[in-house]
């Protein structure tokens, strides 16, 4: 890939933008997920996490924050500061910042299954097999009763409706579908099935350049 995905971030710091509205959107499901959860310890996984922004700023202030123990993985290492800085400023000890793939499996082996699953920023960027592929694994990745929380654009081919069926094959309910902005859709699937082991040392999705 060629794209920056430091400079990817500015879009977020921009009224009104796609890219802002999906985040309030993203944020919106990470706290209705907490709220949700069930008493006791919780396990989070981020893939692709960028500068965290979709989880640290929603952690910070609330009421399940010491609950929770998050591995964010990313692979530009500048943005990794940036979310590693955001959870030492909001003391939230429970959160690692893992400069890695984010594609491969064994980043998550000590974590999943977990109670929060975040794959955002990532079905935009991979082929369909992919993320028909990724799917299949948030079935191990994710603990029962467990949330995941996905996005991806809507222009044409529209693949969310098919999306939404290959998580339904893999045991997950629909909590919410939306497009908070045009062309912008933001997914959130229930886990009810009892999670696969995950295998170690699996690629679950490459990265293509989008033009």
């Given at each position: 890939?060629?794209?920056?995905?430091?400079?990817?971030?500015?879009?977020?710091?921009?009224?009104?933008?796609?890219?802002?509205?999906?985040?309030?959107?993203?944020?919106?499901?990470?706290?209705?997920?907490?709220?949700?959860?069930?008493?006791?310890?919780?396990?989070?996984?981020?893939?692709?996490?960028?500068?965290?922004?979709?989880?640290?700023?929603?952690?910070?202030?609330?009421?399940?924050?010491?609950?929770?123990?998050?591995?964010?993985?990313?692979?530009?290492?500048?943005?990794?500061e940036i979310a590693t800085?955001?959870?030492?400023?909001?003391?939230?000890?429970?959160?690692?910042?893992l400069v890695g793939d984010?594609?491969?499996?064994?980043?998550?082996?000590?974590?999943?299954?977990?109670?929060?699953?975040?794959?955002?920023?990532?079905?935009?960027?991979?082929?369909?097999?992919?993320?028909?592929?990724?799917?299949?694994?948030?079935?191990?990745?994710?603990?029962?009763?467990?949330?995941?929380?996905?996005?991806?654009?809507?222009?044409?081919?529209?693949?969310?409706?098919?999306?939404?069926?290959?998580?339904?094959?893999?045991?997950?309910?629909?909590?919410?579908?939306?497009?908070?902005?045009?062309?912008?859709?933001?997914?959130?699937?229930?886990?009810?099935?009892?999670?696969?082991?995950?295998?170690?040392?699996?690629?679950?999705?490459?990265?293509?350049?989008?033009?």
């Amino acid at each position: 890939m060629t794209r920056d995905w430091y400079a990817w971030h500015d879009d977020y710091d921009r009224a009104g933008s796609s890219l802002a509205r999906r985040l309030t959107e993203v944020r919106r499901h990470v706290r209705d997920a907490l709220d949700r959860a069930p008493a006791g310890p919780l396990r989070v996984i981020s893939l692709c996490a960028g500068q965290g922004r979709d989880l640290i700023p929603v952690l910070a202030t609330h009421p399940r924050r010491e609950d929770v123990t998050a591995r964010l993985v990313e692979r530009d290492p500048r943005n990794a500061e940036i979310a590693t800085a955001a959870a030492r400023d909001a003391g939230l000890g429970g959160v690692q910042v893992l400069v890695g793939d984010a594609a491969r499996t064994d980043a998550y082996a000590d974590l999943a299954p977990a109670d929060l699953v975040l794959v955002c920023g990532v079905f935009g960027n991979v082929s369909d097999g992919d993320i028909h592929a990724t799917v299949r694994h948030c079935a191990a990745l994710c603990a029962t009763g467990g949330t995941v929380l996905w996005t991806r654009h809507r222009r044409a081919p529209d693949l969310v409706p098919a999306i939404c069926r290959w998580f339904e094959e893999e045991g997950f309910v629909p909590v919410a579908v939306t497009t908070p902005a045009d062309g912008v859709g933001v997914g959130v699937h229930r886990f009810l099935g009892r999670p696969r082991p995950l295998p170690a040392g699996v690629r679950m999705f490459e990265f293509v350049e989008r033009t």
